[in-house]
């Protein structure tokens, strides 16, 4: 609870620094005082802001991410992607749940087929008094 | 395949098994020795891939520890 309440405290800060940065961020400017902007920003100085201010979004997350997790649950996550972060005992979980769903399948496998090879020889049993 | 050999490969059908009791594999040792046989070649291959499986995760939750530090 406490560190769901944290969580939601360092996304509102990393909300505000980026609305801070989109209003604050300094645009180029060239000797004649005109807006010599980046070429991503595709010489819009909104466009530039808004990417300044995603930048500082999501570079804060970055720093955050595994800063919060190594301070507060005392490990790191082993990847960090567009998809977010990726923990071991996340992907290890994955994994025990991907073999309780093999082991399952691979028993009712297991049940069918020796259900068939049961029904086959009731089946030839039952042919038997009529041959 | 002697009487002996057929007992043990029912034995071998029953244990676990929810579908056969020792008479009932026995029944099928008897009636369809080859198809027991084969049941029982796919336990033994469903036991390596799980061993297998255990194995791999084993390596991989080493390896996640191993690249974590």
Not at chain 1, 44 to 49: E, G, S
Not at chain 1, 53 to 66: C, M
């Amino acid at each position: 609870m406490v560190e769901r309440l944290f969580i939601r405290i360092l996304v509102a800060v990393a909300l505000c620094l980026a609305l801070l940065a989109f209003v604050l961020a300094p645009v180029p400017v060239d000797p004649r005082g005109n807006p010599d902007l980046p070429a991503p920003a595709f010489e819009q100085v909104d466009l530039y802001r808004l990417e300044v201010a995603l930048l500082v979004f999501y570079g804060y997350l970055l720093l955050v991410t595994p800063a919060f997790s190594g301070l507060l649950r005392g490990r790191l996550p082993i990847e960090i992607s567009t998809r977010g972060a990726k923990f071991a005992a996340e992907a290890d979980e994955a994994a025990v749940e991907n073999e309780a769903a093999i082991r399952a399948l691979e028993r009712t496998t297991r049940q069918l087929t020796q259900g068939l090879k049961g029904a086959q020889i009731e089946i030839e049993s039952l042919q038997e008094p009529a041959q | 395949m002697t009487e002996r050999e057929a007992k043990a490969l029912a034995e071998r059908l029953a244990k676990d098994s929810d579908v056969f009791d020792f008479d009932r594999a026995l029944e099928l040792v008897r009636r369809r020795p080859v198809d027991a046989e084969e049941l029982v070649r796919m336990d033994e291959e469903m036991e390596r891939r799980q061993k297998k499986r255990s194995r791999a995760r084993q390596r991989r939750r080493q390896a996640l520890i191993e690249d974590f530090f």
